[in-house]
C-alpha cells in the first residue's frame, strides 16, 4: 500500500512524496539509529535518511546558538597580518642610498606586524629588506625559483621559503598573497612585477594598492610617463589611482594604519 507523507521543517519548505509502508518504517529506524550516533534532534537526521543520497553524505553537526550569561559579554576578535609584497632590485653595485632606504622600509614593516612576501633572494636590496625585516623580530616569506637555489641566491634566514618552478609562479604568488604592493627601487625584474601588478589590478584581479617608493627621484620619468599614458586616454582616468607615489618610506606607516582601518 501506498502512504502519502509530508514532513516541515525548520525553513518554510515542505516535502511531499510516496513511499510504501515498509520504506516509512525503515527510514524511521535508521533515523533513530543515527540520531543516537550523532546526539542530534529527530527533525535533522530524518531530513538526512529520507535524502535519496543520504548514504554518501555527512551531516554537519548543527551550529550551537549563543546563549546569555557570565559569558555574554565576552567578544573574541581576531585579526589577520597585513601581507606585503615587495619588489626591488637585486644588484649590490648601487648608490648605499637605496640600501638604507630598503633597510628602513624592513623595519617600519616589522615595526607594525605586516607579513614580508619578497624573492628570497641573498642580495641588492631584496637582501637589505629580508634581513632588515627579520633583525628587527619580523615575519618574511622568501618565493623563488629552483634555478635561482642551485645558483646560489637564496637567503636561509628566511622564516619561511617557497620553491617554485618558473618566475611566472613567483609573481603568481607575490600578487595573490598581498594586501599591498610596495615598490622600492629596482631594474628591468622589478618594472616587470610592477607593470604586471598593474595589469591584473586594472582587470580588476586585485584590489591592493601599490605603493611607488621614489628614492630621490629615481621614478620620476616612470611617473612622467604614467601620466602621460593616462592624459592620452591610453588608461582610463578612473584607473589613474591604481598607483600611488611616495618620496620615502617614512610615509608607509600612515598608509598601513590606514590599511588595518579599512
Known sequence: ????????????????????????????????????????????????????????????????????????????????????????????????????????????????????????????????????????????IGIIPQFMIDFGWLYDGLSKIIVVETMAERKAILRHNADIFIVLAGGIGTLDELFDTLVTIQFKKSASPIIIVNTGGFYDDLLRMLDKISSENFLPHSQRNIWQAIESVEHLPHIIERLKND
Not at 543515527?34 to 551531516?59: C, F, K, V
Request: net charge positive; hydrophobic share 35%; proline share 4%.
Open 1 to 140: 500500500a501506498l502512504v502519502r507523507r509530508e514532513i516541515f521543517f525548520e525553513k518554510p519548505k515542505t516535502i511531499s512524496y510516496l513511499k510504501t509502508r515498509s520504506e516509512i518504517k525503515k527510514a524511521k529506524k535508521t533515523a533513530m539509529i543515527r540520531r543516537r550516533l550523532l546526539r542530534r534532534p529527530l527533525r535533522y537526521a530524518l531530513r538526512a535518511s529520507t535524502t535519496p543520497i543520504w548514504a554518501n553524505r555527512r551531516l554537519k553537526r548543527p551550529r550551537k546558538r549563543a546563549t546569555k550569561g557570565r559569558n555574554d559579554k565576552t567578544i573574541f576578535i581576531v585579526t589577520m597580518p597585513i601581507k606585503a609584497s615587495i619588489y626591488c632590485s637585486s644588484s649590490d653595485t648601487i648608490d648605499e642610498k637605496y640600501f638604507e632606504e630598503a633597510a628602513k622600509c624592513g623595519q617600519i614593516l616589522a615595526r607594525h606586524g605586516v607579513e614580508c612576501y619578497t624573492g628570497g633572494g641573498n642580495n641588492g636590496l631584496m637582501y637589505a629588506l629580508e634581513k632588515s625585516v627579520i633583525g628587527n623580530g619580523g615575519s618574511c
